[in-house]
T-cell receptor
Framework: KQEVTQIPAALSVPEGENLVLNCSFTDSAIYNLQWFRQDPGKGLTSLLLIQSSQREQTSGRLNASLDKSSGRSTLYIAASQPGDSATYLC????????????FGGGTRLMVKP | DTAVSQTPKYLVTQMGNDKSIKCEQNLGHDTMYWYKQDSKKFLKIMFSYNNKELIINETVPNRFSPKSPDKAHLNLHINSLELGDSAVYFCASNTGRGEQYFGPGTRLTVT
């Protein structure tokens, strides 16, 4: 059974810092991994999708890496801004049928001005 | 031009009632999902449905049933609501690449 863990559970940084959020998963037989952002009381916004054959994806100040063999992914946020404050979730999609994502518990990020 | 929409946004009801939450996606996706986010903010898959195949997470009580009138809709029907059903329910749909798009959520409160 796939388990996804995110560390740290919460993080507070001053504006301008570069930061790394971690995601680990127990079963490396994944189809892809997706990073989401969730603002309080809102739905999930897809940030980056990494297919199992890829090593990283970039979008603006965000860079996500994937090391499938070791069961790890990181989300790097450059030059953090107060608007980045949110909960960041990673989710893995298995190779088998159903496409049902397994989510980590999230990292709650606070960027202080 | 909302991609995945849900109604209602908030739902307050009493124990024992039956209720439905509606979901629509205008993205032309083949597969739709329902997730439950509990008070600890943990997201769990409930159902995956793609017109041909319904996959149910084995932990979901059979009081919950998805109903799909057409490819763009996947509604969630809940019978005999219990206090523990209080949560935020998210609908999602899937691109061919496997990227999921989520609706804004429905906050269900059972009193």
């Amino acid at each position: 059974k796939q388990e996804v863990t995110q560390i740290p559970a919460a993080l507070s940084v001053p504006e301008g810092e570069n930061l790394v959020l971690n995601c680990s998963f127990t079963d490396s037989a994944i189809y892809n991994l997706q990073w989401f952002r969730q603002d309080p009381g809102k739905g999930l916004t897809s940030l980056l999708l990494i297919q199992s054959s890829q090593r990283e994806q970039t979008s603006g100040r965000l860079n996500a890496s994937l090391d499938k063999s070791s069961g790890r992914s990181t989300l790097y946020i450059a030059a953090s801004q107060p608007g980045d404050s949110a909960t960041y979730l990673c989710a893995v999609r298995p190779n088998n049928a159903g496409n049902m994502l397994t989510f980590g518990g999230g990292t709650r990020l606070m960027v202080k001005p | 031009d909302t991609a995945v929409s849900q109604t209602p946004k908030y739902l307050v009801t009493q124990m024992g009632n039956d209720k439905s939450i509606k979901c629509e996606q205008n993205l032309g996706h083949d597969t739709m999902y329902w997730y439950k986010q509990d008070s600890k903010k943990f997201l769990k898959i409930m159902f995956s449905y793609n017109n041909k195949e319904l996959i149910i997470n084995e932990t979901v009580p059979n009081r919950f049933s998805p109903k799909s009138p057409d490819k763009a809709h996947l509604n969630l029907h809940i019978n005999s609501l219990e206090l523990g059903d209080s949560a935020v329910y998210f609908c999602a749909s899937n691109t061919g690449r496997g990227e999921q798009y989520f609706g804004p959520g429905t906050r269900l409160t059972v009193t």
